[in-house]
């Protein structure tokens, strides 16, 4: 039931908020301690109601309005109680003693006294409309509603039509781009299992131990392939796997499931393997789309052909979406004005064209399986436009700010709105985008067409507001803007906007450059959670004052701005946890007063690059803001030996981005005593840059051993004259490292070799390395990048048996010359890429370039995983050594080593 997300949504956050606040603050609510009480038991009844009724499988309009109301009631209570907390508070968060002291309290207890009257009649009116809904509830029967559905829903599920039954019986004919597959599967195809008439006697009636035992009996001695559509849970899997006994006949079972987990778990055997589909290629896509629409892919009009591409880009290469469309286009004239109504209207026409009914149903079907909490946290995407690439990070935050996430078993709310993200990747309602060799997106991104349905969910029910999107209509919208998502305004949503009631929206995300100044000002936003104005390249006309008013504010992006500095109403933003300035170049110092941001987790600022950026500096006071987890990007030298100290105190520190330019004696033997006490907190990351050659010798003595260290970057011109002595086999943790050494030697890859957890390795060295490097068997167990490399030379490398048995996609510079130009590539098992650059210019000569060449494919070409082999500065026949080639390979070296 759609619109049971979204009032967890409102309810979950706020019994969570009423019951700390009970147990904190009670002693200090006294006459509005009972009402609050009162108010949560009878909001904790209402979400028990919601959750029942999110049970009917087709609510009527009676259950989805009286949800909607509580939903209302929800967001309101939450607001006024957020405010009574912040009234109940001084503003200042500051510490102060003796008289000044005695003075704020009394003067605060003055100003309570009103907040107390003030809440406790605001809770009265609330109290008021909990009746109202609890009445109309009882007048609605719902409860005998959802005792009628208990009953009937059994019957329902078995005798309702899954809409995707159709595709299994579609003629081979009909479908396209599956040449390949129908190749391997119809290798494995075997005739229908025998059976006798008095074996399946009284079938009616078995129940689940009988259908496991009698299949087993039926199969065992039979060699059979068995097709189990649509798998979605691993619970099913255990059960149904039961069913198919083991033999010695190679018979086979072939799973499918929207759902990765799913998949994994069907893959526990060693001949098991697990195949990913894909979308359709353009050809295939445009072939399905013109033959369902004109009946031959040749048949498209010409005058249509450019909006059927536009058409097709929104369906993603996704079968049943260019299916659903193309038959909705089928029964349209063929003119391009119906085609580009249809093109602009796909979004509404899901929820009102019954020829769109399948595609939604099977859309539907995966977003109906989410618990309440997923359905959540998926419908805040459609806050994000179409094709936009979301960052887990920068996602995972929002979410908490908006109060979905909780701490739960012992995990940290960080870590719970991971899971999350990872769960709907998992079960295919998000697309992956930008895999590590962890095997973790960094990012996602949501299909057209599941983006179209969410956004209608959440107008529906009223959780997100996009304006800019074909959604216009402002005025006669029904309850109050919660989400507003500005992904374009004119003059005419301007004024729609100033018409509005703004003070209970929650979260505004503004991506439009245009008529920014024009838009309300951010005192209408009292209740504002959420602030992302990243990308917005006009922001600095817009007047930011009184952002200081948006005391509930946790999330502030500026990211990407051309703001040319930070709004002073910032330092008063006591609740703010996240603050986003990067890329925003022009800004170059924070606020001293920032430190008073105790409640402040995430300091991002301007990312580092060499044609500027990486200028602020660390503001005196930064140990007090005990809960930093991540500072991005900071100059040491500018900043105090002071601030520079205090970094050490920073316990809760994860990510620790620096600047080092030309730095002094003092700086550095600070700097050196701040990571050594944060080597023994929880610090997982360092990344250090400086756009010159400031030894970093010091490093070598740092102290204890950082063990939960993840993350070692140097993006430096300096180079180590030694690993340093911390750099060793017990750093268990340590997956990616970047390092720039004076030499490398086998000893050097020995100890890296030795590192358990190491899955990428970049390695840049000085000096030529003439002889030649061998990385020994069971070196780099788990590693699955490697880049050794010196600018503008080359080292030889090679690769004994049993070294780098993960090894995926290594970028090896190589001479290749020495022993028959041997790599020993071969003993790389699970090789499917590799990219060998020749830079042996002034060391070998043409002949022996191409010899190198030659022998490097071969090895490549008798591989078993036949890996995509690339070769830079391979010679052409006839093509001779010269200076201008050795330059330009210099040249491109260069970059790339800025660009890594």
Same mark, same amino acid.
């Given at each position: 039931?759609?619109?049971?997300?979204?009032?967890?949504?409102?309810?979950?956050?706020?019994?969570?908020?009423?019951?700390?606040?009970?147990?904190?603050?009670?002693?200090?609510?006294?006459?509005?301690?009972?009402?609050?009480?009162?108010?949560?038991?009878?909001?904790?009844?209402?979400?028990?109601?919601?959750?029942?009724?999110?049970?009917?499988?087709?609510?009527?309009?009676?259950?989805?309005?009286?949800?909607?109301?509580?939903?209302?009631?929800?967001?309101?209570?939450?607001?006024?109680?957020?405010?009574?907390?912040?009234?109940?508070?001084?503003?200042?968060?500051?510490?102060?003693?003796?008289?000044?002291?005695?003075?704020?309290?009394?003067?605060?207890?003055?100003?309570?006294?009103?907040?107390?009257?003030?809440?406790?009649?605001?809770?009265?009116?609330?109290?008021?409309?909990?009746?109202?809904?609890?009445?109309?509830?009882?007048?609605?029967?719902?409860?005998?509603?959802?005792?009628?559905?208990?009953?009937?829903? /059994?019957?329902?599920?078995?005798?309702?039509?899954?809409?995707?039954?159709?595709?299994?019986?579609?003629?081979?004919?009909?479908?396209?781009?599956?040449?390949?597959?129908?190749?391997?599967?119809?290798?494995?195809?075997?005739?229908?299992?025998?059976?006798?008439?008095?074996?399946?006697?009284?079938?009616?009636?078995?129940?689940?131990?009988?259908?496991?035992?009698?299949?087993?009996?039926?199969?065992?001695?039979?060699?059979?392939?068995?097709?189990?559509?649509?798998?979605?849970?691993?619970?099913?899997?255990?059960?149904?796997?039961?069913?198919?006994?083991?033999?010695?006949?190679?018979?086979?079972?072939?799973?499918?499931?929207?759902?990765?987990?799913?998949?994994?778990?069907?893959?526990?055997?060693?001949?098991?393997?697990?195949? +990913?589909?894909?979308?359709?290629?353009?050809?295939?896509?445009?072939?399905?789309?013109?033959?369902?629409?004109?009946?031959?892919?040749?048949?498209?009009? +010409?005058?249509?052909?450019?909006?059927?591409?536009?058409?097709?880009?929104?369906?993603?290469?996704?079968?049943?979406?260019?299916?659903?469309?193309?038959?909705?286009?089928?029964?349209?004239?063929?003119?391009?004005?119906?085609?580009?109504?249809?093109?602009?209207?796909?979004?509404?026409?899901?929820?009102?064209?019954?020829?769109?009914?399948?595609?939604?149903?099977?859309?539907?079907?995966?977003?109906?399986?989410?618990?309440?909490?997923?359905?959540?946290?998926?419908?805040?995407?459609?806050?994000?436009? +179409?094709?936009?690439?979301?960052?887990?990070?920068?996602?995972?935050?929002?979410?908490?700010?908006?109060?979905?996430?909780?701490?739960?078993?012992?995990?940290?709310?960080?870590?719970?709105?991971?899971?999350?993200?990872?769960?709907?990747?998992?079960?295919?309602?998000?697309?992956?985008?930008?895999?590590?060799?962890?095997?973790?997106?960094?990012?996602?991104?949501?299909?057209?067409?599941?983006?179209?349905? @969410?956004?209608?969910?959440?107008? +529906?029910?009223?959780?997100?507001?996009?304006?800019?999107?074909?959604?216009?209509?402002?005025?006669?919208?029904?309850?109050?803007?919660?989400?507003?998502?500005?992904?374009?305004?004119?003059?005419?949503?301007?004024?729609?906007?100033?018409?509005?009631?703004?003070?209970?929206?929650?979260?505004?995300?503004?991506?439009?450059?245009?008529?920014?100044?024009?838009?309300?000002?951010?005192?209408?936003?009292?209740?504002?959670?959420?602030?992302?104005?990243?990308?917005?390249?006009?922001?600095?006309?817009?007047?930011?004052?009184?952002?200081?008013?948006?005391?509930?504010?946790?999330?502030?992006?500026?990211?990407?701005?051309?703001?040319?500095?930070?709004?002073?109403?910032?330092?008063?933003?006591?609740?703010?946890?996240?603050?986003?300035?990067?890329?925003?170049?022009? @800004?170059?110092?924070?606020?001293?007063?920032?430190?008073?941001?105790?409640?402040?987790?995430?300091?991002?600022?301007?990312?580092?690059?060499?044609?500027?950026?990486?200028?602020?500096?660390?503001?005196?006071?930064?140990?007090?803001?005990?809960?930093?987890? @991540?500072?991005?990007?900071?100059?040491?030298?500018?900043? /105090?030996?002071?601030?520079?100290?205090?970094?050490?105190?920073?316990?809760?520190?994860?990510?620790?981005?620096?600047?080092?330019?030309?730095?002094?004696?003092?700086?550095?033997?600070?700097?050196?005593?701040?990571?050594?006490?944060?080597?023994?907190?929880?610090?997982?990351?360092?990344?250090?840059?400086?756009?010159?050659?400031?030894?970093?010798?010091?490093?070598?003595?740092?102290?204890?051993?950082?063990?939960?260290?993840?993350?070692?970057?140097?993006?430096?011109?300096?180079?180590?004259?030694?690993?340093?002595?911390?750099?060793?086999?017990?750093?268990?943790?340590?997956?990616?490292?970047?390092?720039?050494?004076?030499?490398?030697?086998?000893?050097?890859?020995?100890?890296?070799?030795?590192?358990?957890?190491?899955?990428?390795?970049?390695?840049?060295?000085?000096?030529?390395?003439?002889?030649?490097?061998?990385?020994?068997?069971?070196?780099?167990?788990?590693?699955?990048?490697?880049?050794?490399?010196?600018?503008?030379?080359?080292?030889?490398?090679?690769?004994?048996?049993?070294?780098?048995?993960?090894?995926?996609?290594?970028?090896?510079?190589?001479?290749?010359?020495?022993?028959?130009?041997?790599?020993?590539?071969?003993?790389?098992?699970?090789?499917?890429?590799?990219?060998?650059?020749?830079?042996?210019?002034?060391?070998?000569?043409?002949?022996?370039?191409?010899?190198?060449?030659?022998?490097?494919?071969?090895?490549?070409?008798?591989?078993?995983?036949?890996?995509?082999?690339?070769?830079?500065?391979?010679?052409?026949?006839?093509?001779?050594?010269?200076?201008?080639?050795?330059?330009?390979?210099?040249?491109?070296?260069?970059?790339?080593?800025?660009?890594?």
């Amino acid at each position: 039931m759609e619109v049971e997300s979204a009032s967890h949504g409102a309810l979950g956050p706020l019994l969570g908020k009423l019951t700390a606040l009970l147990a904190d603050e009670c002693g200090r609510l006294k006459g509005v301690c009972r009402e609050i009480r009162s108010l949560k038991s009878e909001l904790t009844s209402m979400q028990a109601a919601v959750q029942k009724y999110s049970t009917l499988q087709d609510p009527d309009v009676q259950a989805k309005a009286w949800i909607s109301l509580v939903r209302e009631l929800a967001y309101d209570t939450e607001d006024v109680i957020d405010k009574f907390i912040h009234q109940l508070g001084d503003g200042s968060h500051q510490s102060q003693s003796g008289f000044k002291e005695f003075f704020r309290k009394t003067i605060r207890g003055l100003k309570t006294l009103g907040s107390r009257r003030g809440i406790a009649s605001q809770i009265g009116d609330l109290k008021v409309r909990v009746k109202e809904v609890k009445e109309l509830k009882n007048s609605y029967k719902l409860d005998d509603t959802a005792r009628i559905t208990d009953t009937a829903r /059994s019957t329902y599920e078995h005798s309702t039509v899954d809409p995707r039954l159709s595709a299994l019986f579609v003629e081979e004919t009909h479908l396209v781009g599956i040449d390949a597959e129908c190749k391997e599967i119809m290798k494995d195809v075997i005739s229908q299992v025998p059976c006798e008439k008095d074996f399946i006697e009284d079938i009616d009636i078995w129940d689940e131990k009988k259908f496991i035992g009698k299949l087993r009996e039926l199969l065992q001695d039979k060699r059979y392939l068995i097709v189990i559509d649509d798998i979605w849970s691993t619970e099913a899997w255990d059960t149904i796997k039961c069913a198919f006994p083991e033999n010695k006949f190679s018979s086979r079972i072939i799973a499918t499931t929207l759902i990765v987990d799913v998949a994994r778990s069907c893959c526990l055997g060693g001949n098991d393997r697990m195949y +990913e589909m894909e979308a359709l290629s353009d050809v295939h896509s445009k072939k399905l789309f013109f033959k369902r629409t004109f009946g031959s892919k040749d048949s498209c009009p +010409e005058g249509l052909k450019r909006v059927s591409n536009e058409i097709l880009k929104k369906c993603g290469g996704l079968p049943l979406a260019i299916i659903s469309i193309s038959s909705l286009l089928a029964n349209k004239p063929s003119l391009k004005d119906e085609w580009e109504k249809a093109r602009r209207s796909i979004g509404s026409v899901l929820d009102k064209n019954r020829s769109l009914e399948g595609m939604n149903s099977i859309l539907c079907l995966s977003y109906n399986d989410l618990p309440p909490n997923l359905k959540t946290c998926l419908l805040y995407l459609s806050i994000f436009p +179409e094709d936009y690439v979301i960052e887990r990070e920068t996602l995972v935050r929002r979410w908490i700010a908006e109060g979905f996430i909780s701490e739960e078993r012992g995990l940290s709310k960080q870590e719970v709105a991971e899971n999350h993200f990872y769960e709907l990747i998992n079960k295919s309602m998000v697309q992956p985008v930008d895999v590590g060799y962890d095997g973790k997106a960094r990012a996602c991104q949501v299909h057209n067409m599941l983006l179209e349905l @969410i956004i209608s969910k959440s107008i +529906e029910d009223n959780f997100i507001s996009v304006v800019g999107h074909g959604q216009t209509d402002l005025v006669n919208r029904e309850g109050s803007i919660r989400r507003l998502s500005v992904q374009h305004i004119d003059k005419e949503l301007v004024s729609a906007l100033e018409n509005q009631d703004l003070i209970h929206v929650r979260s505004l995300r503004v991506i439009t450059s245009s008529c920014i100044k024009h838009l309300p000002s951010l005192v209408k936003f009292e209740t504002l959670r959420v602030l992302d104005f990243e990308g917005c390249q006009g922001l600095e006309e817009y007047d930011m004052n009184g952002i200081d008013k948006l005391f509930q504010l946790k999330y502030l992006s500026l990211r990407g701005t051309n703001v040319s500095g930070i709004p002073p109403g910032i330092v008063r933003l006591y609740n703010l946890e996240t603050l986003d300035l990067r890329d925003s170049y022009y @800004i170059e110092e924070l606020p001293s007063r920032i430190v008073q941001l105790t409640k402040l987790q995430y300091l991002l600022v301007t990312r580092f690059h060499f044609l500027g950026g990486g200028h602020i500096k660390i503001p005196d006071g930064i140990g007090n803001m005990s809960n930093l987890r @991540i500072i991005t990007v900071i100059n040491i030298t500018k900043s /105090s030996l002071g601030a520079v100290a205090e970094l050490g105190n920073l316990t809760s520190l994860n990510e620790l981005h620096l600047q080092l330019d030309f730095m002094d004696k003092r700086h550095e033997e600070m700097l050196l005593f701040s990571l050594c006490k944060l080597g023994s907190y929880k610090l997982q990351s360092l990344w250090i840059v400086s756009p010159d050659s400031t030894p970093l010798q010091f490093l070598d003595s740092w102290s204890p051993l950082p063990s939960s260290l993840q993350r070692f970057r140097m993006n430096t011109y300096y180079y180590l004259p030694k690993i340093p002595k911390w750099i060793t086999p017990a750093l268990a943790s340590l997956a990616y490292l970047d390092i720039n050494l004076v030499k490398v030697t086998e000893e050097d890859l020995g100890v890296l070799g030795e590192i358990p957890a190491l899955i990428s390795l970049l390695l840049i060295f000085k000096t030529d390395q003439e002889e030649r490097l061998t990385i020994r068997g069971h070196g780099f167990p788990c590693l699955k990048e490697l880049y050794i490399h010196r600018n503008s030379r080359a080292t030889n490398l090679l690769f004994e048996e049993g070294a780098l048995p993960k090894l995926d996609l290594p970028f090896v510079v190589s001479w290749a010359k020495s022993n028959g130009f041997y790599l020993g590539i071969s003993h790389l098992p699970c090789l499917r890429h590799a990219t060998i650059t020749l830079l042996a210019y002034g060391c070998a000569s043409s002949s022996e370039n191409r010899a190198a060449a030659a022998a490097i494919r071969n090895e490549a070409n008798a591989h078993s995983n036949d890996p995509k082999l690339i070769i830079l500065g391979e010679m052409e026949e006839g093509e001779e050594d010269s200076d201008t080639n050795e330059e330009e390979f210099e040249k491109e070296n260069d970059t790339n080593e800025e660009e890594s």
